[in-house]
Nanobody, 116 residues
């Protein structure tokens, strides 16, 4: 079992920055890929950023160049640095971990609202 807890959401003005953090606990040694996803009402969760066990990263087209994902394997955290935020970035951000290449775990989500 893996437990994920996201922190760092909030309200920010357009052009501002936020940093989200996801803390993993439990059977963390088996975690391979970790990622961040965003969901808005009525739409499916979209992948925002992903990072592999080896540190390879990938980003959704809408956030590339503005967001940075990082992983600390000692602290068992994965962070998402979000810069130059715009209103389209608003949503609930979820952390996801893939364990053993098979099992998927999600955090409870953290709300990010970009508004003036």
């Amino acid at each position: 079992q893996v437990q994920l807890v996201e922190t760092g959401g909030g309200l920010v003005q357009p052009g501002g920055s936020l940093r989200l953090s996801c803390a993993a606990s439990g059977s963390v040694d088996g975690i391979a890929v970790m990622s961040w996803h965003r969901q808005v009402p009525g739409k499916p969760r979209d992948m925002v950023a992903v990072i592999s066990d080896g540190g390879n990263t990938g980003y959704g087209a809408a956030v590339k160049g503005r967001f940075t994902i990082s992983r600390d394997k000692v602290k068992n955290t994965v962070d998402l640095e979000m810069n130059n935020l715009n209103v389209e970035d608003t949503g609930v951000y979820y952390c996801k971990a893939v364990y053993g290449g098979i099992w998927t775990y999600w955090g409870q989500g953290t709300q990010v609202t970009v508004s003036s």
